[in-house]
């Protein structure tokens, strides 16, 4: 997790939103609810238009001298806003635990990669431990009750819980946060885990999926879209009433109109043929 600033800027943060490449593709909608909650918060939001891959999977797959040279291009690009913001914590990880060892052996970019450190947040940390920011509350899930699914990056590598449902409790009024039986699980995606054990991965999140099930929750949330692709797919090909599930974003800045994950094609989630860039982003326009 980024360090908190003894104070914050008196003019108006000039904040990145790396917006990662599961969003970008496959969960846009996420993306504006995201730009949405950080201008409410008083932020200047820009989506730099070159950026690409944290790096991440190669990284995770051995392929450190390409992880590096993506880690060196990313840091070049994003170095200069006062702050780098994610929709993900498995991303945010990457920026601000991974980069700093990855470049450990240059001391000219283990410096570089420190400064982005301790500038990068996770949105939900960021909205709440370093702007404390005053955001509008909204009546659209009430009655409703959600409960939050902690990615493993967030729970275990940003030691983030406390955030994202102190969020939900100020802005979703009338609603009702209802926690999982076992909130310490994988859902069983982990990136290319899913891909190399297959078998495992099925078991996890058959098992997830029970769970979320039990709670009797109408919404499903997280703050990572790997998590929740992996949830959904499962859910709508194995149940009858799949349960609503949403980015947080989407329902902290109450960004519904987009269907479910749940409930829509994983390649489109409603909006099919679109992405970020195609949506004001490109030259790194203010949106």
């Known amino acids: ?24 593709q496959f969960r846009p909608n996420a993306a504006f609810a995201a730009i949405s909650l950080l201008e409410h918060a008083g932020c200047d939001v820009i ?15 051995g392929l450190r001298n390409a992880a590096k040279e993506t880690a060196k291009s990313t840091i070049k690009l994003l170095e200069h806003y006062d702050y780098v913001v994610l929709p993900s914590g498995s991303c945010t990880g990457m920026l601000s635990k991974h980069y700093p060892t990855l470049l450990s052996d240059d001391k000219a970019w283990k410096k570089r990669a420190d400064n982005l450190s301790n500038k990068t947040w996770e949105l939900c940390q960021f909205l709440v431990e370093c702007l404390d920011a005053e955001l509008p509350p909204h009546s659209g899930l009430e009655g409703k009750t959600i409960s939050y699914q902690d990615s493993c990056s967030c729970k275990r590598e940003l030691k983030n819980t406390s955030a994202p449902r102190q969020l939900i409790n100020q802005l979703c009024i ?4 209802v926690e999982l039986n ?7 995606f982990g990136g290319t885990f899913s891909v190399k054990y297959p078998d495992i991965s099925k078991r996890l999140v058959s098992e997830k999926s ?3 099930r039990s709670t009797g929750a109408d919404v499903l949330v997280s703050a990572d879209l790997g998590c929740l692709m992996n949830i959904a797919g499962y859910t709508s090909r194995t149940a009858t009433s799949p349960i609503e599930i949403r980015h947080i974003a989407e329902i902290l800045a109450n960004k519904r109109d987009v269907p479910s994950m749940a409930t829509c094609s994983l390649a489109g989630s ?8 195609d949506n004001g982003a490109s030259g790194s326009k203010k949106w």
Do not use: H, R, W
């Not at 997790?1 to 490449?21: D, E, G, R, Y």
């Not at 009338?174 to 946060?177: A, L, Q, W």
């Open 1 to 24: 997790m980024a360090s908190v600033p003894n104070t914050l800027q008196s003019t108006t943060p000039k904040v990145a939103l790396f917006v990662t490449c599961l969003v970008n």
């Open 47 to 61: 989506v730099p238009e070159a950026q690409t891959c944290c790096g991440q999977p190669g990284y995770n797959n």
């Open 174 to 177: 009338g609603s009702n946060v």
């Open 182 to 188: 076992d909130t310490e699980s994988c859902c069983g």
């Open 210 to 212: 029970q769970d979320i």
């Open 270 to 277: 409603g909006v099919s043929g679109s992405d970020v860039s």
